[in-house]
C-alpha cells in the first residue's frame, strides 16, 4: 500500500495548484462607455494657447471648479465629464488674464463638435459693415459743414 | 490688452462702467464747450474705425504676439473725442469679435480712453515749445503715443496681477502676466513713433487738424 504515502503531498500540491489559479488568472474586465471632451484652444492669431490654464465647472455647482489642469504644447485639454450630471458644463481657459469660455453641453442633446468664434469671411464681412458705418458718419457730418460754409 | 468676460471679478467690472462714465462725462462737457462741436466728428469717425482695426494687426514679439492699440494716437489727433472714440471702438470689438468683452467694457475703456486723454495732455504741452516747431510735434506726437500705451499696459498689468483667482497656479498666471507686459515695450515704441510720423504728417498738409 505505497500509493497511500502519495496521498499528503498529492493533496498539497492540488491546493497549491488550486490557490495559484485563483490567484493569477483570477482577472475580469467591466466596461462602462464614457465620454471625454477634447478642447483645442487658440488665440485669435492662430497659435495654440500652450500652458493655458483650464478650469471646468459642472453644471450642478458653476461657482466652483470641478476640474482643473493645463493645456499642453497644441493647446488640447482632454477631460471625461461626470455622466450623472447632465446639463451644461462650462470649460475656461486663461492665461495672462486673456482667454474665452465654453459652454458644452453633456446629456440628453449632445454636439459633438462645437465652438465660439467666426469665419475669416464673417469677419471680413462685418468689419466691413462696422467700418462703413465709421465712414459714413464721417461723409454725413462733412457734408453739414460744407453746407454750412456755404450758407 | 483687451480683457474678455470672467477674469475679473464683478466689483471690478462696476467700477470700471463708473469710471468710463465720469471720463465718458467729462470728455462730452468739454466738446459741449466747444464753439463747433460737429466739425470734429468726421475726423473722430475715421479715427474709431482706425482704432477698431488696429487690433487685428498682429505683430510677433517671441515668445508671444500684440497686438496695435492705437489709443495714443487718437489721443493725440482727436483731444476730448478720444474717450467717446475709444468706448464705440471697443464696443463693436466686443459685440461683433467677443475681442474684450460687455462685462469688461468700462474697465477696457477706462484702461484705454484714460491714458488717451493723458496722451492728449502729453501733446498739448508742444505749445510750451512753440506751435509751429517741427520736432516739438515729433517729439511730444512720440511721447503722447509711447504713452497711452505704456499707461495703458500698466493699468492692464495692475488690474490682471492683482485679481488672479486663488484656484489657478497662481505663479504661473503671474508669470505669463508679466510676459505678456514686457511684450509691449517694443509695441510702446512702435506706437510712439507711428504717432509721431502721423502727426508730423497732419502738421505738414493739415495743421488745423492739430490745432485741438
Not at chain 1, 465652438?115 to 471680413?124: A, K, P, R
Not at chain 2, 474709431?48 to 517671441?62: E, L
Not at chain 2, 520736432?135 to 496681477?161: E, M, T, Y
Request: aromatic share 10%; with cysteine; glycine share 10%.
Amino acid at each position: 500500500m505505497k500509493w497511500k504515502w502519495l496521498v499528503l503531498p498529492m493533496s498539497l500540491m492540488l491546493l497549491l495548484a488550486l490557490t495559484t489559479t485563483a490567484s493569477a488568472h483570477g482577472a475580469k474586465i467591466e466596461y462602462t462607455i464614457s465620454m471625454a471632451v477634447e478642447i483645442v484652444a487658440t488665440y485669435d492669431t492662430g497659435s495654440p494657447m500652450t500652458g493655458g490654464q483650464v478650469t471646468v465647472y459642472a453644471p450642478d455647482d458653476p461657482a466652483t471648479p470641478w476640474l482643473e489642469g493645463v493645456c499642453d504644447e497644441e493647446g488640447r485639454f482632454v477631460f471625461t465629464p461626470d455622466p450623472t450630471k447632465p446639463g451644461t458644463w462650462d470649460v475656461q481657459v486663461r492665461q495672462a488674464g486673456h482667454g474665452d469660455m465654453i459652454h458644452i453641453p453633456i446629456g440628453e442633446d449632445v454636439a459633438t463638435t462645437g465652438g465660439g468664434g467666426y469665419s475669416t469671411f464673417q469677419i471680413v464681412l462685418m468689419s466691413t459693415c462696422v467700418i462703413w458705418g465709421f465712414v459714413g458718419t464721417a461723409l454725413f457730418f462733412s457734408r453739414n459743414r460744407r453746407e454750412y460754409a456755404h450758407s | 490688452m483687451h480683457i474678455p468676460d470672467g477674469i475679473l471679478p464683478i466689483t471690478i467690472s462696476a467700477a470700471g462702467y463708473a469710471t468710463s462714465g465720469a471720463a465718458t462725462w467729462y470728455s462730452l462737457r468739454k466738446i459741449g464747450q466747444k464753439e463747433n462741436a460737429q466739425a470734429s466728428v468726421p475726423k473722430a469717425s475715421l479715427l474709431t474705425a482706425a482704432f477698431f482695426v488696429a487690433s487685428w494687426i498682429h505683430i510677433p514679439v517671441p515668445p508671444t504676439s500684440v497686438h496695435l492699440v492705437l489709443n495714443g494716437l487718437l489721443g493725440a489727433v482727436l483731444g476730448y473725442y478720444a474717450f467717446p472714440a475709444i468706448l464705440i471702438g471697443l464696443f463693436f470689438q466686443a459685440v461683433m469679435f467677443q475681442h474684450g468683452g460687455l462685462t469688461t467694457l468700462g474697465v477696457n475703456a477706462t484702461m484705454m480712453g484714460v491714458p488717451a486723454l493723458l496722451a492728449f495732455f502729453i501733446f498739448r504741452l508742444r505749445r510750451v515749445v512753440g506751435k509751429e516747431s517741427r520736432w516739438a510735434v515729433g517729439l511730444f506726437g512720440f511721447l503722447a503715443g509711447a504713452a497711452g500705451l505704456g499707461i495703458a499696459a500698466l493699468i492692464a498689468w495692475g488690474l490682471l496681477i492683482n485679481t488672479i483667482p486663488a484656484h489657478l497656479d497662481v505663479e504661473a498666471e503671474r508669470a505669463s502676466i508679466y510676459a505678456l507686459t514686457l511684450a509691449h515695450m517694443p509695441l510702446i515704441v512702435l506706437e510712439g513713433i507711428f504717432t509721431a510720423l502721423v502727426a508730423l504728417f497732419l502738421h505738414r498738409v493739415k495743421p488745423e487738424i492739430l490745432e485741438d
